[in-house]
């Protein structure tokens, strides 16, 4: 008899008050917490509580939930540390229950949202699938590509775009002001989205003009962002697919911002060959800003972020070394690496 069949053989389990085995527990029931914040989310219990004190009887009466069930729902997040309870039931916002509040602009709502989406939460439960073949799991639960639904699903595709459009505001805020992106006088923003990025970059260079190129139901929402911003006259927006559609010339920077890391290795070559024959013997650079992968054994976002890569788009994050290579294939060379968890790589034509 093995220990797997007599588990008493192996010793005494151990006590889920010691660290290891608690950090343990926490990652096996990662799905269950996940749901309860999901919850708690999608019955606004962050904006409720605010910066008071509430019992939950009174947030069930608020939400129409049954006062024990949700009693017990937010213990099991106050925890963790999403919301303190009290006496008498009574539960109060946390800093980590603030980012959950609609009234934070820098918050992760649309996170929370995103990652429980049937769109998104679906494919991870044959996640096993790309690990075996290393195929995106989302193609064999939704019968075709991540952005091939999106094109087809007009609800999902807008709320996709939402939810890149609120991350972009927050990185772009913090980050932004390092890039010194006022050097160039004209810049291609390829997968520009609804133009609020580039609407930053003129802002900050008066003088210089922009053009903004993305598939056309997304370029649609692009003129009104501009003219609310005062640059709609020096940016041309270019509806197109930049793996088939010409990439726009006369430009002296092109830029992808957290885009490449969507697509395979194969896929990043072929659009960034396409953008070093735009540039010709022009010597105009190419931005790209993304994450790159830290090496060693620390705790690094985009290491988890690939997940989502590897089992909802086919793309991965990148260590600097893989970028660098794939930037060599495609005819650039590497030039200077702006160092944060975002970083704008530089390219010259090698």
């Known amino acids: 008899m093995t220990t797997v069949d007599n588990p008493a053989a192996a010793g005494p389990l151990p006590s889920l008050d010691d660290l290891h085995a608690r950090q343990l527990f926490l990652l096996a029931s990662a799905g269950r917490l996940a749901k309860v914040v999901h919850v708690l989310v999608e019955l606004r219990i962050a904006d ?3 910066d008071g004190v509430r019992t939950a009887e009174d947030l069930a009466a608020a939400t129409g939930t049954h006062p024990d069930a949700l009693l017990r729902v937010l213990r099991a997040a106050a925890s963790v540390g999403v919301f303190a309870e009290g006496p008498d039931r009574a539960f109060s916002g946390t800093p980590v229950s603030d980012a959950l509040r609609a009234d934070n602009p820098r918050g992760l709502l649309p996170l929370v949202k995103y990652n429980h989406l049937d769109l998104t939460w679906k ?7 790309s690990v075996r073949t290393g195929e995106p799991a989302f193609d064999q639960v939704h019968g075709r590509s991540f952005f ?8 999902s595709g807008a709320f996709f775009e939402r939810f890149m459009m609120h991350f972009s505001r927050v990185i772009v805020g913090r980050e932004l002001p390092g890039y010194r992106l006022h050097r160039f006088s004209r810049i291609a923003d390829l997968g520009g989205g609804d133009g609020w990025f580039i609407a930053q970059v003129l802002l ?10 993305d598939l056309p139901r997304v ?3 692009a003129p009104p962002v501009l003219a609310e911003h005062g640059v709609a006259d020096r940016v041309t927006v270019v509806p197109g697919d930049f793996f088939t559609d010409p990439i726009p010339g ?7 911002k957290g885009v490449l890391h969507n697509w395979s290795d194969e896929d990043v070559r072929r659009v960034l060959r396409r953008v070093r024959a ?8 190419l931005l790209v800003w993304d994450q790159v992968v830290a090496a060693g054994n620390v705790w690094d976002h985009a290491k988890f972020l690939d997940i989502d890569m590897l089992v909802l788009f086919g793309g991965r994050e990148r260590t600097l070394a893989e970028w ?14 702006a160092a944060s968890r975002w970083s704008m790589l530089e390219c010259v034509p090698a």
């Open 48 to 50: 409720l509580v605010g």
């Open 204 to 213: 900050a260079n008066p003088a210089g003009t922009g053009v903004l190129m």
């Open 324 to 337: 660098r290579t794939l930037f060599a294939e495609a005819g650039f060379a590497l030039t200077t690496t």
């Open 123 to 129: 494919p991870y439960e044959r996640i096993m699938h």
């Open 250 to 256: 006369g430009c002296d920077a092109y830029l992808f």
């Open 219 to 221: 370029a649609s929402s």
């Open 148 to 155: 091939e639904h999106l094109e087809n699903e007009p609800e």
């Open 278 to 285: 735009a540039i010709g013997d022009s010597g105009a650079r």
